[in-house]
Each structure stands twice: as C-alpha cells, then as structure tokens.
C-alpha cells in the first residue's frame, strides 16, 4: 500500500542554518511527490513537485528511488520559513494523493 | 473572488445533527476533493468528484456524503455529527488529476 512517511513532527532551526525536512515514502511503481506548505493563517499550497525539478523560495527536493525518499532541503532558513509542511504522493492523480502527517519548521531568530 | 472558498470557517454542532460544510469553486476545475486534517493523521481523503454527477469514496468517507450537481460546487454533509468528526475540513479542486488547490479549511466541532 502506498505511504508517506514524515519521522519528524517538529523541527527548528536558526536563522541561516540549513533545514532539512525528511520525507519517505512506499508505492512499488513510478511516484509523483509533492511538498505542499501551510503558512500561519495561509491556505494550503503547492511548493514543488518533483517533475518540474525547480526551486521554490530556495527549496529543492530530489527524488531518491534507492532510498524512496524525497527530502526537502534549503541551505539558509529565513524566518518566513516557519510553516507546516506536508511531503505528498500521487499515485495516479490528485484523487489518488496521500499525503504525510506534517512537519511544522519553526525557524528560530 | 476567483479560486476555491469554503465556508463557514468555523462550525460549532451537536452530536446527531446534519451539518453541511459547502465549497465552491471559480476556476472550472473537473475534480474536487474532501480532506480532514486531524494531529497525527496528516491530512486524508473523504471523497472525491472526477466531475459534475461523479462522485468515489476516498479513504475514510464512513458518516459523509456528497453531491455534485454543478462542476463549481462540491458540499460535504454529515448526516448525524459525531464528536470524532470533530475536525478542520480542506476542500480542494485540481484541473489536471495532480496538483491540488486548496480552500481555506472549515473547522468543525462536535460537542
């Protein structure tokens, strides 16, 4: 069955300091991942996918087959980061999108 | 207002009453979605509608149901609240099966 796996709940960092936030995942064919991000009072969002292999306000994410994982990483955290980010799998279309428990990145001053 | 609302924002019901949670959206989107989020659960699938007059169960569609009689509307109702359903409800729509926008969330609370 498919699965996304996010280990940390909570994370911090300081300002400058890189981030990392884990996302693994389970499907035995081709995956679509997604980051989606949810801001103070903010909507849900999409922040990258990885197909398009873009980066988005400093963030990237690599898709890793070996290791099913699909981090999401950003050398210099800014305050701004601090939000409520979902690791998201699509195994056949948004109505087939299962998305992980949630990290909240709190970026320190 | 173009995109995807939801309203109310906030709910406040009694345990066995119907309650609907309504979602609308501007952009023509075919496909639109019920999620709840719940701490420690991340947020999951209620249903789903490919378009107008379609509509599948998602992951946990148990005490919900759904209609979609115009492609820009998509209400979710519970037919007799349970305080497990207490919860912050997202509706979302997606023109292209993948990336999904979402509205505001609706949070509910059964008492």
């Known amino acids: 069955a498919q699965r996304v796996t996010q280990p940390e709940k909570l994370l911090s960092v300081f300002k400058g300091a890189p981030v990392e936030l884990k996302c693994n995942y389970s499907y035995s064919g081709s995956p679509e991942l997604f980051w989606y991000v949810q801001y103070s009072r903010q909507r849900l969002q999409l922040l990258l996918r990885?197909?398009s292999r873009e980066s988005i306000k400093g963030f990237t994410a690599d898709l890793n087959k070996g290791e099913t994982s699909f981090h999401l990483k950003k050398p210099f955290a800014q305050e701004e980061d601090s939000a409520m980010y979902y690791c998201a799998l699509s195994v056949g279309g948004a109505n087939n999108l299962f998305f992980g428990t949630g990290t909240r990145l709190t970026v320190i001053p | 207002d173009a995109g995807i609302t939801q309203s109310p924002r906030y709910k406040i019901t009694e345990t066995g009453r119907q309650v609907t949670l309504m979602c609308h959206q501007t952009?023509?989107?075919?496909?639109m979605f019920w999620y709840r989020q719940d701490l420690g659960h991340g947020l999951r699938l209620i249903y789903y509608s490919a378009a107008a007059d379609i509509t599948d169960k998602g992951e946990v569609p148990d005490g919900y149901v759904v209609s979609r009689s115009k492609t820009e509307n998509f209400p979710l109702t519970l037919e007799s609240a349970t305080r497990s359903q207490t919860s912050v409800y997202f509706c979302?729509?997606?023109?292209?099966?993948?990336?999904?926008?979402f509205g505001q969330g609706t949070r509910l609370t059964v008492v």
């Open positions: 979302a729509s997606s023109p292209d099966r993948a990336e999904a926008f």
């Open positions: 952009w023509s989107h075919s496909y």
């Open positions: 990885h197909i």
